[in-house]
């Protein structure tokens, strides 16, 4: 089983920073693309921004030049740095991987979900 787990959520005001993180662990062989999510109350869960193995990024509109996707491979773990946040950030956040277990079988994973909140 792979397990993915998300830190670093919390209250933040309008134009802060926050940092949130995301390790993989478990039966592991290779993790391909590693992606942060986010649903607002009463939203659809929207794509935030994408990181192949390769270190290529890819981003929502609403956050480009705002957030940084970033990866460990040595340490399975993937980072959201989040900067100028506003109240429209305001989500749950969830991280998935696309992960090849050890018996070479290739799945889609969820952490738990971390919640932000910018507000003053």
């Known amino acids: 089983q792979v397990q993915l787990v998300e830190s670093g959520g919390g209250l933040v005001q309008p134009g802060g920073p926050l940092r949130l993180s995301c390790a993989a662990s478990?039966?592991?062989?290779?993790?391909?693309?590693m992606d942060w999510y986010r649903q607002a109350p009463g939203k659809q869960r929207e794509l935030v921004a994408v990181i192949t193995s390769g270190g290529s990024t890819n981003y929502a509109a609403s956050v480009k030049g705002r957030f940084t996707i970033s990866r460990d491979n040595a340490k399975n773990t993937v980072y959201l740095e989040m900067n100028s946040l506003k109240p429209e950030d305001t989500a749950v956040y969830y991280c998935n991987a696309r992960v090849i277990n050890r018996q070479l079988i290739t799945g889609d994973y969820w952490g738990q979900g971390t919640q932000v909140t910018v507000s003053s």
């Open positions: 478990g039966s592991i062989f290779q993790i391909n693309a």
